[in-house]
């Protein structure tokens, strides 16, 4: 056969259709509404944070918990299907420190969540709940938290099983 011939039969598709997979930045626990401010209020009773200066200090996230990265992984939670109504229960808080002009503040808070029948690759099963104006953490920092403070009563969040596209 002819290089000709075989560049004939070559079929190049100049527009091929995305991979859905490939769009979706992780899969997780989304807050349902209204579980956000709970969170906060949680911070706030248990003078964990002032209402004051965190409102004003901080960019409050408290969105999801992770399950994995990508789309839903059934080697990870075969049962677990897309949408599905999930309950986590909120029993520790966290924070990362900066230091500025040799002293440590914190600059993001996280709270530990536990759910014995949803597995995820974090180590540890959290929530990043805010972050402090101009820190240098991301999200992803709260898995670096070592240390968790447990708060004197749990309580429980529910969300919905939703993979994310990315941005």
């Not at 349902?32 to 964990?48: A, C, F, H, I, T």
């Not at 409102?55 to 075969?78: A, Q, S, Y």
């Not at 969540?113 to 929530?127: A, G, P």
Request: aromatic share 6%.
């Amino acid at each position: 056969m002819l290089l000709s011939e075989l560049l004939e039969n070559i079929k190049v598709d100049l527009n091929p259709k995305q991979n859905v997979s490939n769009n979706i930045s992780y899969t997780g626990i989304i807050l349902k509404d209204g579980e956000k401010e709970r969170v906060v209020q949680s911070l706030y009773d248990n003078n964990v944070v002032v209402k004051e200066s965190f409102e004003k200090d901080w960019k409050i996230i408290c969105h999801h918990m992770t399950i994995n990265l990508g789309p839903l992984k059934k080697d990870l939670n075969e049962n677990l299907a897309n949408g599905d109504e999930a309950e986590v229960s909120v029993t520790d808080w966290g924070v990362l420190k900066e230091e500025i002009d040799g002293a440590e503040y914190p600059s993001l808070i996280a709270v530990k969540v536990k759910n014995d029948t949803i597995n995820s690759q974090n180590e540890t099963k959290h929530i990043t709940v805010a972050i402090k104006n101009g820190s240098k953490y991301k999200p992803k920092d709260s898995n670096n938290i070592k240390e968790w403070t447990p708060f004197p009563i749990p309580f429980k969040l529910t969300g919905n099983v939703q993979e994310i596209a990315n941005k």
